[in-house]
């Protein structure tokens, strides 16, 4: 299921958080056309590495993604940002631009968290990879990087 309003009810330019008295620049980051853009305020996350099959089919590799409280990001040209919501899966909501394609986003409905994929932000983030996630679905052409650790279950 695809859908313009995401149920995960994103937070857009016009409900974000008020951000002015942050003294930390924001994040950025946008879509590979520039019709979805974003920007974060505060702290984000470690990236995770995702090798899970959704992720998989997703992205087409894995996913590395960050992440952040919803309520710090703020999203720009929303109307080129759809979401995916698979009918396996109904909780989980991937946001990608629907006029070039990109991988953005992903969530659980419901959640106080986003996550973001971090290929998309401009550098530099001053990010680093902390985890790996699911590593036994990695498919068998990507040789896993045995420096990062799998995330404790």
Not at 93 to 110: D, E, K, Q
Request: proline share 8%; glycine share 8%; with cysteine.
């Amino acid at each position: 299921m695809t859908k313009n309003q995401p149920r995960s009810q994103i937070r857009s330019e016009n409900n974000a958080k008020d951000d002015s008295n942050d003294p930390q620049p924001p994040m950025r980051g946008r879509c590979l056309c520039g019709a979805v853009s974003y920007r974060v305020q505060g702290v984000l996350r470690p990236v995770w590495d995702c090798h899970c099959v959704r992720c998989r089919r997703w992205t087409g590799h894995h996913i590395a993604a960050t992440g952040c409280d919803r309520e710090r990001i703020r999203i720009l040209g929303d109307e080129a940002l759809r979401w995916h919501h698979p009918e396996e899966y109904p909780q989980v909501a991937y946001g990608f631009c629907v006029r070039c394609g990109s991988s953005l986003f992903w969530t659980v409905v419901g959640s106080d968290t986003i996550s973001i994929c971090a290929g998309t932000l401009e550098p530099p983030t001053g990010l680093h990879t902390q985890y790996a996630l699911f590593t036994e679905d990695a498919s068998d052409y990507h040789t896993l990087n045995l420096d990062i650790p799998p995330l404790p279950r």
